[in-house]
T-cell receptor, first 114, second 113 residues
Framework: KAGVTQTPRYLIKTRGQQVTLSCSPI?????VSWYQQTPGQGLQFLFE???????NKGNFPGRFSGRQFSNSRSEMNVSTLELGDSALYLC?????????????FGPGTRLTVL | KNQVEQSPQSLIILEGKNCTLQ??????????LRWYKQDTGRGPVSLTI?????NTKSNGRYTATLDADTKQSSLHITASQLSDSASYIC????????????FGTGTQLKVEL
């Protein structure tokens, strides 16, 4: 089975621009979660989607948004980019939203904001 | 504020030696505690997951322990290998939080010859 894939792997943007990141979960997985990882803050939860519905949301501003499609693929969008948005964005998929479901992470998208 | 703190922040050991990483958490109530291994430039990979009622869980040379009373967990690595060099992250799931995970800042382990 193919693992979680994320595209693009690397991205360079300038302040004020917007960006869209894509995540394809493992086949059969219906839950997709997004995380931001920075050296200072570590890994932080952004949001979780299940069956095209946002189930949980972390403490990030409204500039961060996401969506999930009927095939479980997910995208996250960051508008009006700031320097502090430079980070590794990780996507993880699981079979459901159960608390003991194992999450499988993708390789991440490295976003650099100049 | 829910927090997960890990120690030490970084650690260097010789190949073949054992080591123990610590995790203290204040997340409450929690459903499970996980340990992940993250290689540089890669996504985290799950090593163990323990519910609040479990005390220990092993995965090969990795053994995790959990004391829910003191809110402490440890990850013991036996007979370390060069490939164990990575960041080890302790993660706690809030009860009722679905897949909303609270992450520790990690311990950076380097195994040298």
């Amino acid at each position: 089975k193919a693992g979680v894939t994320q595209t693009p792997r690397y991205l360079i943007k300038t302040r004020g621009q917007q960006v869209t990141l894509s995540c394809s979960p493992i086949s059969g997985h219906r839950s997709v979660s997004w995380y931001q990882q920075t050296p200072g803050q570590g890994l932080q939860f952004l949001f979780e989607y299940f069956s095209e519905t946002q189930r949980n949301k972390g403490n990030f501003p409204g500039r961060f948004s996401g969506r999930q499609f009927s095939n479980s693929r997910s995208e996250m969008n960051v508008s009006t980019l700031e320097l502090g948005d430079s980070a590794l964005y990780l996507c993880a998929s699981s079979t459901g939203t159960g608390i003991n479901n194992e999450q499988f992470f993708g390789p991440g998208t490295r976003l650099t904001v100049l | 504020k829910n927090q997960v703190e890990q120690s030490p922040q970084s650690l260097i050991i010789l190949e073949g030696k054992n080591c123990t990483l610590q995790c203290n958490y204040t997340v409450s109530p929690f459903s499970n505690l996980r340990w992940y291994k993250q290689d540089t430039g890669r996504g985290p990979v799950s090593l163990t997951i323990m519910t609040f009622s479990e005390n220990t869980k092993s995965n090969g040379r990795y053994t995790a322990t959990l004391d829910a009373d003191t809110k402490q967990s440890s990850l013991h690595i036996t007979a370390s290998q060069l490939s164990d060099s990575a960041s080890y992250i302790c993660v706690v799931t809030l009860t009722g939080g679905g897949n909303k995970l609270t992450f520790g800042t990690g311990t950076q382990l380097k195994v040298e010859l």
